[in-house]
């Protein structure tokens, strides 16, 4: 027996106290998110799921288990809000067809080769000029953000996990799935170029923004954003045979 199934449900009124003073809680995170978002991706929304999330906290929150309810209910809010990214998916199917398409360029690029493609390389490939090719890069770190152990941050619409309560009770064989591709987008990051692996700690590990990331490089955001849509095309390349065929 767990520690959960000896805890007693809270009076509605602790419940609603709980609630109350952590809103704040809420609007922080929200605000964290949307700052690496699209502008298309209203606020507004995250809030709303997050306090969603907020709510599940106060009714599970087990004190027992060591951690403080703020900790907590923190996780829950961001799982709640990163399941309505993932529902929600804001970045059009136009976007996606270049992505994977792009991927496939760097991928035969990178076989013939046997180093990391060049952009000049893949835009000429796909008879695409500079600028159009830097654009679907930006395109590509669009909307992701979630965590490296997360095989949606690589995904694409229709595919990626389960939601954050669904993921929790996933069998043997889709436990091995998750560790077998962890280990192979660990393999893969390592293997980036320099910057780009740069970037990915950054943005994904200390959780930087792409103004805070140019900052740090001394470039522009717009061209953090490339880098970062780069490494993400370069990882799907490398890593296609965790993707479905798509039939577009």
């Given at each position: 027996?767990?520690?959960?199934?000896?805890?007693?449900?809270?009076?509605?009124?602790?419940?609603?106290?709980l609630v109350e003073k952590h809103v704040g809680l809420v609007k922080r995170i929200a605000y964290h998110l949307v700052s690496r978002l699209p502008p298309n991706?209203?606020?507004?929304?995250?809030?709303?799921?997050?306090?969603?999330?907020?709510?599940?906290?106060?009714?599970?929150?087990?004190?027992?288990?060591?951690?403080?309810?703020?900790?907590?209910?923190?996780?829950?809010?961001?799982?709640?809000?990163?399941?309505?990214?993932?529902?929600?998916?804001?970045?059009?199917?136009?976007?996606?067809?270049?992505?994977?398409?792009?991927?496939?360029?760097?991928?035969?690029?990178?076989?013939?080769?046997?180093?990391?493609?060049?952009?000049?390389?893949?835009?000429?490939?796909?008879?695409?000029?500079?600028?159009?090719?830097?654009?679907?890069?930006?395109?590509?770190?669009?909307?992701?953000?979630?965590?490296?152990?997360?095989?949606?941050?690589?995904?694409?619409?229709?595919?990626?996990?389960?939601?954050?309560?669904?993921?929790?009770?996933?069998?043997?064989?889709?436990?091995?799935?998750?560790?077998?591709?962890?280990?192979?987008?660990?393999?893969?990051?390592?293997?980036?170029?320099?910057?780009?692996?740069?970037?990915?700690?950054?943005?994904?590990?200390?959780?930087?923004?792409?103004?805070?990331?140019?900052e740090v490089l001394g470039v522009s955001e717009s061209r953090v954003c490339q880098i970062h849509g780069q490494a993400l095309i370069r990882l799907r390349a490398?890593?296609?045979?965790?993707?479905?065929?798509?039939?577009?």
């Amino acid at each position: 027996m767990n520690g959960y199934a000896m805890f007693v449900t809270k009076d509605p009124s602790e419940q609603h106290q709980l609630v109350e003073k952590h809103v704040g809680l809420v609007k922080r995170i929200a605000y964290h998110l949307v700052s690496r978002l699209p502008p298309n991706v209203q606020v507004e929304d995250l809030i709303q799921a997050g306090m969603i999330g907020l709510l599940e906290a106060s009714r599970n929150y087990n004190p027992q288990q060591g951690a403080s309810f703020e900790t907590y209910a923190g996780i829950r809010i961001r799982g709640s809000m990163l399941d309505e990214i993932r529902r929600s998916d804001w970045t059009p199917r136009s976007v996606h067809r270049k992505v994977r398409m792009v991927a496939e360029a760097v991928r035969k690029i990178e076989n013939d080769m046997g180093r990391d493609a060049r952009d000049h390389e893949v835009a000429e490939m796909l008879e695409m000029d500079i600028n159009e090719y830097h654009q679907i890069l930006q395109d590509a770190a669009g909307c992701r953000v979630f965590s490296f152990e997360d095989p949606g941050f690589l995904g694409e619409e229709g595919t990626g996990p389960e939601s954050t309560t669904e993921s929790k009770t996933q069998g043997p064989v889709e436990a091995l799935q998750s560790e077998d591709f962890q280990r192979g987008l660990s393999d893969s990051i390592s293997g980036l170029p320099e910057r780009e692996r740069l970037v990915m700690s950054l943005y994904y590990d200390e959780e930087l923004n792409l103004r805070e990331i140019g900052e740090v490089l001394g470039v522009s955001e717009s061209r953090v954003c490339q880098i970062h849509g780069q490494a993400l095309i370069r990882l799907r390349a490398r890593m296609s045979e965790y993707f479905p065929k798509s039939t577009d």
